[in-house]
């Protein structure tokens, strides 16, 4: 078995430094981690540094706009917009890392299953796949979600229920192309087990590009759960999330333009990190999976 | 693509057709509890309805058969083009599609006017250049795009265009002037994806031989680019915006809330919240249908325009 092919220490060590190297000389990789970064921490410490309470009405304080004491203003009910903004991080961070992470489990153990098993099950799991593929996401995760009835835990079941079919095809052609290598063959040849051929040597060879695709994927997924609860059906108000946020700002286009312009930049830039941060990866990543990654 | 690949290829799509409609008529089966008795709490407006109402709701609308004896009917009914009755108006639910779906096909086609006038300038400009100032600002500008929620853009898009400059109307569906902010919300997130595809393309072909000749002719660069490149480039970018549909469908349903645009988006939404199953089913078998005969076609075109594309066997 040669090493270089299959050691996935080695090949994680090559892959990172070339992500250093991408990093150090690419502008936008690096506003992306920055991006990222800066949410992570506004998400962990901001609800924790600001003076306001998220959800307590404070009436003598409505629609007040941006000042000192409330740097991006207060909305219909007198709370303070940027607490607000700054709990709803945490959720929409939170959300998107849960789903996403959902997604890439069970996506991906139905792309191992398929592409190892093959024959009819390989047929009945990917048929399965198409036909979550043939609708467009949103719509489906709307109906899915309608029918659960609104809540923002039934949006996340939605999401997740409709994305894990793109990791599972992803998955599934990498599997494939890997099964004929020479490191699989000997591993099988050598007597090795079912499962030690699918931990040892294909899970290391998957692990890239379903990185990749989910580091694009928590964009999709932060525009998704927005969406759906901007349409009515995800987190209720008071919850401060920022579709919802937003959804309850346009009633005051007029007197309070900062209620729907405030949550709309932070889901396009927290979406916009993800996916300068996606883009690098890929770029890193694609000299040694090209075929797979140009999927993506 | 001879025979067998083509008679193997829409098999496949059969049986993904079949997996959709059992997936959108099985859907209403996930509420939770007896749907018959949700449908009458909602239409009662919450209160608890009686149980003899529950049963002859369910008997008039057939929901006591087993449920492939209903799956059944309703396939065998929706391939004669009759999807059942609205559970409020008792309006036929294709009915009511068919006055939905005008102001979608217009929302979806005047969207992809926009997005092809901005990225195909965009994507080409980028090309042509690749790693310069234009190529940096245009591919920032894609990410910014693709990256933008559509229901915060079409609020901008009001406050900016309706509410400060009153260029357009806010909301509603009628004349051209209704279409010009929805179109521009969908289509500029289009676009963004699009001006990614034409720049791929574009910098495919310039590496061309067939170019590289052209240029050692002496060649005008502008020849070069517009009439030997873009002709080519275009080939995989026609056919890839066919499978932009799906970003139509979805951009579709929250841009129509956001304008208050009654299309096919809006019924299905107003009828999740009523929980109007036949309704929303009809519109999701409609929805899924147009996507499974669309990317069908759009890989029929794709490998008849190069023949090395080949969708029988296996990737490797």
Redesign the interface.
Known sequence: MSAAQSDPQQRTADSRSRLTDTIRSNR?AQVGVVVVLSLVVAAVFGPLVSPYDPVEQNLAHQLEPPSPTHPLGTDQLGRDVLTRLLYGARLSLGIAVAVTGVRLVVGTAVGLVAGYAGGWVDEALM??V???L???????A???A????PSLVNVMLALAVVGWASYARLVR?NV??LRNREFVTTARLLGRSRTHVVVRHLIPNVVAPVVVLATLDI?GVI?GT??LS????GAQPPTPEW?TM?ASG?TY??QA?WL??A???C??IT??GF??LG?SLRDVLSPTQS?QMEQL | MNGWKLARRLATMLVVLFGVSVLTYGLIFVTPGDPARTILTQQMGGQTPSQEAVEQFRAAKGLDDPFPVQYARWVGNAVRGDLGQSYYSDQAVTAMIATRLPNTIALGVASMLVAVAIAVPAGIASAVEPGSQTDYAAQFGALVGVSMPNFWLGYLLIIVCSLWLDLFPVAGAGGLEYLVLPALTLGSGMAAVIARLVRTAMLDVLDDAHIRTARSKGLRERIVVYKHALRNALVPVVTIIGLQLSYVLNGAVVVEVVFQRPGLGTLLVDAIFARDYPVVQGVTLLIGVIFVVTNFAVDLTYSRLDPRIDFGGEPT
Request: overall charge neutral; charged content about 10%; proline content about 4%.
């Open positions: 936008l048929r399965l198409d036909t979550l043939a609708f467009p996401g949103i719509v489906l709307l109906v899915i309608g029918v659960l009835g052609s494939l192309a964009g525009l927005a969406g901007f349409i009515g059906l579709g937003l346009r286009l007029q333009w729907v312009n949550p709309g930049v889901i396009m979406v916009l996916n300068l883009d075929a």
